[in-house]
């Protein structure tokens, strides 16, 4: 009998358990693939795609359901405009689980959880990019470096 086993405490108090979902939903909806550890994943993937399922139906209700649970009006935006649209045809499983070895420290086991059908760039999305100006300047003290 599975009584009183409604969902994975992960030794974290309510809260903190609802900070953790929350911080790693933004991120893997932002970055659309994230590594963390297996049970935390388990407790991500369903979700993930509970969220992208609200993102397909477009109303206010909905998009004001996305946007108080995810705190996050640029990560409610991605979810109705970019996933929703993407996986249209797809009725669930937008994510998935990917095992990836033992952690050196303490030897949990890893996991990447990513969306299906994901975009490569969007893992760069904070990545500044280097100015020409700035990499040609680099170089020119590299040079005066050596020759002096």
Partial sequence: MRHKFGYKKLNRT????????????????????ITTTLPKA???????????????KESLQNTRFLISK????QNANKVINILSKRYKNRNGGYTRIIKAGYRYGDNSPKAVIEFVDRDVEAKKVDKKKKDKNIKDKEDQNKIKATTT
Avoid: C, F, W
């Avoid at 388990?42 to 397909?56: F, R």
């Fill in 14 to 33: 309510s809260e903190h358990r609802k900070a953790l979902i929350k911080n790693m939903l933004n991120s893997l909806i932002k970055y659309e693939q």
């Fill in 70 to 73: 995810l705190q996050n009006i």
């Fill in 42 to 56: 388990k407790v991500l993937k369903p979700v993930a795609d509970k969220i992208v399922t609200l993102g397909k």
